[in-house]
């Protein structure tokens, strides 16, 4: 089955510098990766996804970047603010047949300091 | 449209008791899936189901059923509660049959088991 691998596990920026997650997955049948915020206590909200014909996709000041070739994926935020902290979920799925199964990493906890 | 909708929010059950934890969702999503969410551990899928009448095993299955009755709802029962299944649960839908679609999660359900 699918394995999704997540790092790091926290990261602690300054408000206003860069912040990078990086996941990696494991079969190349996955072809859907969402990713997904969640604040304390609340559910898990999607913020961006790609689909595996596209390299890189951006929305303000977020963007995720995929590699198909080294099965990997990556979320970018610019200019980070405190309502950035969450924790961060990346996934892998695919459309094929009967199967749907939706892969998750570990998460990421990101804090921004002010 | 009310999107998913858990119930109840909080449950406090001690060993041995079963119990079902009810999802509903109004959006004609077709497929509905549970995941336990533990600290460090991501989200994990319990079950899943691509309609009415066929569900299936995710991958931590044990200890839980699962029934799809109807389009809208799909509880999830513990047969005999173990201290091992406190967490937080999530039921999730998304829409199948027009590529990969993102799903969207309800509130979550906190249970502790004494």
């Known amino acids: 089955g699918e394995n999704v691998e997540q790092h790091p596990s926290t990261l602690s920026v300054q408000e206003g510098d860069s912040a990078v997650i990086k996941c990696t997955y494991s079969?190349?049948?996955?072809?859907?990766f969402p990713w997904y915020k969640q604040e304390l206590g609340k559910r898990p909200q999607l913020i961006i996804d790609?689909?595996?014909?596209?390299g890189e996709k951006k929305d303000q000041r977020i963007a995720v970047t995929l590699n198909k070739t080294a099965k990997h994926f990556s979320l970018h935020i610019t200019e980070t603010q405190p309502e950035d902290s969450a924790v961060y979920f990346c996934?892998?799925?695919?459309?094929?047949?009967?199967?749907?199964?939706?892969?998750f990493g570990t998460g990421t906890k990101l804090q921004v300091i002010p | 449209n009310a999107g998913v909708t858990q119930t109840p929010k909080f449950q406090v059950l001690k060993t041995g008791q079963s119990m079902t934890l009810q999802c509903a969702q109004d959006?004609?999503?077709?497929?509905m899936s549970w995941y336990r969410q533990d600290p460090g551990m991501g989200l994990r899928l319990i079950h899943y189901?691509?309609?009415?009448?066929?569900?299936d095993q995710g991958e931590v299955p044990n200890g839980y059923n699962v029934s799809r009755s109807t389009t809208e709802d799909f509880p999830l029962r513990l047969l005999s509660a173990a201290p091992s299944q406190t967490s937080v649960y999530f039921c999730?839908?998304?829409?199948?049959?027009?590529?990969?679609?993102?799903?969207?999660f309800g509130d979550g359900t906190r249970l502790s088991i004494l």
């Open positions: 999730a839908s998304r829409k199948l049959g027009q590529g990969n679609q993102p799903q969207h």
């Open positions: 079969d190349s049948a996955s072809n859907y």
């Open positions: 790609i689909r595996s014909n596209v």
């Open positions: 996934a892998a799925s695919q459309d094929s047949g009967g199967y749907q199964k939706v892969t």
């Open positions: 959006m004609n999503h077709e497929y």
């Open positions: 189901s691509v309609g009415a009448g066929i569900t």
